[in-house]
């Protein structure tokens, strides 16, 4: 398909900007057009994938308190997004590691399984694009409602987009009125056989969300805060993948957690693979 004028003085001012190293005043100058223009195509050039930017993330692998982490938790890598004073929400210079590292570990022929919630979306959204092939994203767990901003649908297919690899959602909610209709659904063949399919993939991304008024399982309708003040009080001390867990990270024993379609936290162990990405405050 012919390239319209537009786009292809934003792939040449990328192409002298990037490739040949010249400033944004040459740039403007050989393509007879105003610095102006030329740092407005230069940010198209990023925003549609034209140009990727990545970091390396060796530099916050070289940190004490990453070791010590890894020691204590027996974890295969940890990175350490530093404290940025110049940044009003250091969730996003958080994301922007994790997207760097979870570029980084995804391999050829990977089937990736992927959570969701604000930070996963956050990471999803800042994420560069990449041309991956043969690679497969699924969605972990059932399904919310339109007005919620970072469904697991939106979170899924955000990032097969982003890495043009196949997409699979689940069309299931994530949570059901009663026991008795979720065990129904879950045993229904195309139900089950997405969620006996999850252990089979190489890589997960997700999150461990809070237990407060501030949760994205509150914030979505999933439970009231009331509702959650009654887990807490029972052990709740996280969320994943819209599971309740406990602090040692089973999941907690209460209705909510039966009544929800999800991976079980067995098949994501079995992940070979697995990024979690928190921010502590």
């Not at 530093?82 to 922007?96: C, F, M, Q, R, Y």
């Not at 026991?179 to 659904?185: D, I, M, P, Q």
């Not at 994205?216 to 009654?230: D, I, N, P, Q, R």
Request: glycine share 6%; hydrophobic share 45%.
């Amino acid at each position: 398909m012919a390239i319209r004028p537009a786009e292809q003085l934003i792939h040449k001012a990328a192409w002298l900007y990037y490739a040949h190293g010249l400033r944004q005043d040459q740039v403007a100058s050989q393509l007879k057009i105003s610095r102006a223009s030329v740092a407005m195509y230069l940010r198209k050039a990023r925003e549609t994938g034209i140009v990727n930017i990545s970091t390396s993330t060796q530099l916050f692998t070289d940190d004490v308190m990453a070791r010590k982490l890894e020691d204590a938790f027996k974890l295969d890598a940890v990175w350490i997004a530093p404290e940025n004073g110049h940044v009003a929400d250091p969730s996003t210079d958080i994301a922007v590691l994790a997207a760097s590292v979870f570029l980084e570990l995804i391999k050829k022929g990977d089937r990736i399984g992927v959570a969701w919630g604000r930070t996963i979306y956050t990471i999803a959204d800042i994420m560069s694009y990449a041309d991956l092939q043969d690679v497969t994203v699924v969605q972990l767990c059932g399904n919310l409602g339109a007005p919620y901003s970072y469904r697991p649908d939106q979170c899924t297919m955000e990032i097969a987009r982003r890495l043009n690899a196949k997409g699979l959602n689940f069309y299931a909610p994530l949570v059901l009125t009663t026991e008795e209709l979720a065990r129904g659904l879950r045993a229904e063949p195309v139900i089950r056989e997405q969620l006996s399919g999850i252990s089979a993939c190489n890589l997960a991304l997700y999150s461990v969300g809070t237990v407060d008024a501030d949760s994205h399982v509150v914030k979505c309708g999933a439970l009231t805060v009331s509702e959650m003040e009654v887990l807490r009080r029972a052990g709740a001390a996280g969320v994943i993948a819209g599971q309740i867990i406990d602090s040692q990270g089973k999941a907690l024993d209460c209705s909510y957690n039966r009544r929800i379609i999800s991976a079980e936290l067995s098949s994501l162990r079995k992940i070979e693979r697995r990024l979690v990405v928190v921010q502590e405050d």
